[in-house]
């Protein structure tokens, strides 16, 4: 018989215990990496919409973009919203009424109330609030449809038959997402004032002729409503690239469907308020 001896070093690394496992990262440690996470994805996100918006940019220079899908979109996108516009445009110049008319009382000033009214409405709340009803209408519903052209490979069809898909479906829509945006804020102002004139005559006996002078009297010029323009056409290019990109960027079938319609949602009005901000902090309002 072969006996084995084993030396006393193996002895001892046989019977060494297994190591311990690695403490878990602390409280620090996990935000910093959130947060990290969170950057890196913003990063990502805005470096894919500009990166989209040339690309739409050179086929709009050489005019690479289809009629009647730009036609088409324009219908379904413009002449559609209305209903909801008119609702929300009316509505507003009630509110904004509502909300001046303790001064107007304890003042007496019935002239201002006008431009009180027009002030806020025509700068601020009429763009602001049609944007956040267009996106959640339209920009919504472009990004669920190209997200599912993208998971049903209509798109992979379409490079097949050497049919540009940035010319024939993202440049159209761009181009009536930004003027549906546009156009839908020039109805919202002159809604917003009729609702806020007629408003004011049922709650506060100030007739509609008062009214809209206190509006023509000089302290509102055609600044102002070019001030609300200006926000709606940059308001409308972030609305139009978040839907396209997210819609673009869909993978993972009918659920990455639904979480491209929440990105785009979210992110286009994250955008709505941040871009508010900067562009009333460089042109004073």
């Given at each position: 018989?072969?006996?084995?001896?084993?030396s006393?070093?193996?002895?001892?690394?046989?019977?060494?215990t297994?190591?311990?496992?690695?403490?878990?990262?602390g409280?620090?440690?996990?935000?910093?990496?959130?947060?990290?996470?969170?950057?890196?994805?913003?990063?990502?996100?805005?470096?894919g919409?500009?990166?989209?918006?040339?690309?739409?940019?050179?086929?709009?220079?050489?005019?690479?973009?289809?009629?009647?899908?730009?036609?088409?979109n324009?219908y379904?996108m413009?002449?559609?919203?209305?209903?909801?516009?008119v609702?929300?445009?009316?509505?507003?110049?009630a509110?904004?009424?509502?909300?001046?008319?303790?001064?107007?009382?304890?003042y007496?000033?019935?002239?201002?109330?006008?431009?009180?009214?027009?002030?806020?409405?025509?700068?601020?709340?009429?763009?602001?609030?049609?944007?956040?009803?267009i996106?959640?209408?339209?920009?919504?519903?472009?990004t669920?449809?190209?997200?599912?052209?993208?998971?049903t490979e209509?798109?992979?069809?379409?490079?097949v038959?050497?049919i540009?898909?940035?010319?024939?479906?993202?440049?159209?829509r761009?181009?009536?997402?930004v003027?549906?945006l546009?156009?839908?804020?020039?109805?919202?102002?002159?809604?917003?004032?009729?609702?806020?004139a007629y408003?004011?005559?049922a709650l506060?006996?100030?007739?509609?002729?008062?009214?809209?002078?206190g509006?023509?009297?000089?302290l509102?010029?055609?600044?102002?409503?070019?001030?609300?323009?200006?926000?709606?056409?940059?308001?409308?290019?972030?609305?139009?690239?978040a839907?396209?990109?997210?819609g673009?960027?869909?993978?993972?079938?009918?659920?990455?469907?639904?979480?491209a319609v929440?990105?785009?949602?979210?992110?286009s009005a994250?955008?709505?308020?941040?871009?508010d901000?900067?562009?009333?902090?460089?042109?004073?309002?």
């Open positions: 018989m072969i006996r084995v001896y084993s006393p070093l193996a002895t001892m690394a046989a019977q060494t297994t190591p311990e496992k690695a403490a878990a990262p409280a620090l440690t996990t935000f910093l990496a959130a947060l990290g996470g969170g950057f890196l994805s913003a990063a990502h996100t805005a470096g919409m500009t990166i989209l918006l040339v690309k739409i940019l050179a086929r709009l220079a050489r005019l690479r973009l289809d009629g009647r899908e730009l036609w088409k324009l379904k413009a002449v559609k919203s209305l209903p909801i516009v609702v929300t445009a009316l509505f507003t110049g509110i904004m009424v509502i909300q001046a008319a303790t001064i107007v009382k304890r007496g000033a019935e002239g201002l109330l006008g431009w009180g009214a027009g002030f806020g409405t025509l700068r601020e709340i009429a763009p602001l609030l049609t944007a956040l009803m996106s959640g209408r339209v920009g919504a519903n472009n669920a449809e190209l997200g599912t052209m993208v998971v209509q798109l992979d069809a379409l490079r038959l050497a540009d898909p940035i010319g024939f479906l993202i440049a159209p761009f181009v009536a997402i003027s549906t546009f156009m839908m804020t020039l109805f919202a102002d002159a809604l917003a004032l009729f609702g806020a408003t004011g005559q506060l006996g100030v007739s509609p002729t008062t009214f809209f002078n509006l023509t009297a000089g509102l010029d055609f600044g102002d409503v070019a001030n609300g323009l200006f926000k709606s056409f940059v308001f409308g290019l972030v609305m139009a690239l839907s396209c990109h997210f673009l960027a869909t993978t993972g079938g009918a659920p990455g469907v639904g979480r929440n990105s785009t949602v979210v992110t994250a955008g709505i308020f941040v871009l901000y900067l562009v009333s902090f460089a042109i004073g309002g």
